[in-house]
């Protein structure tokens, strides 16, 4: 099983500021992906990277994929209320290997 | 599209009891996963189905679960007998087989007393 490291665990931030989320591991993946999830519900796929070096913009979210395709990043910028919730990295060719989640509260 | 759909969504059993869950995949989706998810144990993939074939079930925990996909859009996860340390939110997920992106149901949140 590839592992992945998702950094940090917890991260509470005043809405309008920045964050950043990290997803790191000594295998090399095909491809990594985002989930979000929020309570109650299942998670919900943002984005896939698959070229390494790839930035992928999706609105105010910014994934980035590294170079030897090991690690990744989410980056919010003025984060909002509405990005509350579990951020999940998953990697893996046909079988995904889940990190353990960053949960991001932003308070108003 | 309806989505991945699961039922039940809440279930609260006794210790002993069988628990079915049930999943139907998206339409046209030809891989279905099941997932168990827990604040411990983060989210753990306990078996998958491609065109309705189990292909992996190295992650069901032991011989008290099991999984059937009689057809492409179905498919139940028994636990017998159930255990305490069986509460969780167990999601099904789907997917093209071209494709990894895996579309995830609501869940069905277990509490085994």
């Known amino acids: 099983t590839q592992l992945l490291e998702q950094s940090p665990q917890f991260l509470s931030i005043q809405e309008g500021e920045n964050l950043t989320v990290y997803c790191n591991s000594s295998?090399?993946?095909?491809?990594l992906q985002w989930y979000r999830q929020e309570p109650g519900e299942g998670p919900v796929l943002l984005v896939t990277?698959?070229?390494?070096?790839e930035v992928k913009k999706l609105k105010r979210l910014t994934f980035q994929f590294g170079d030897a395709r090991k690690d990744s990043s989410l980056h919010i910028t003025a984060a909002q209320p509405g990005d509350t919730g579990l951020y999940l990295c998953?990697?893996?060719?046909?079988?995904?290997?889940f990190g353990a989640g960053t949960t991001v509260t932003v308070r108003a | 599209d309806a989505g991945v759909i699961q039922s039940p969504r809440h279930e609260v059993t006794e210790m002993g009891q069988e628990v079915t869950l049930r999943c139907k995949p998206i339409?046209?989706?030809?891989?279905l996963f099941w997932y168990r998810q827990t604040m411990m144990r983060g989210l753990e993939l306990l078996i998958y189905?491609?065109?309705?074939?189990?292909?992996?079930d190295s992650g069901m925990p032991e011989d008290r679960f099991s999984a059937k996909m009689p057809n492409a859009s179905f498919s139940t996860l028994k636990i017998q007998p159930s255990e305490p340390r069986d509460s969780a939110v167990y999601f099904c997920?789907?997917?093209?087989?071209?494709?990894?992106?895996?579309?995830f149901g609501p869940g069905t949140r277990l509490t085994v007393l």
């Open positions: 998953a990697g893996g060719d046909y079988k995904l290997s």
């Open positions: 295998s090399v993946f095909s491809s």
């Open positions: 990277v698959v070229t390494g070096g």
């Open positions: 339409s046209g989706h030809n891989s």
């Open positions: 189905f491609n065109n309705n074939v189990p292909i992996d």
């Open positions: 997920a789907s997917h093209l087989s071209s494709y990894n992106e895996q579309f």
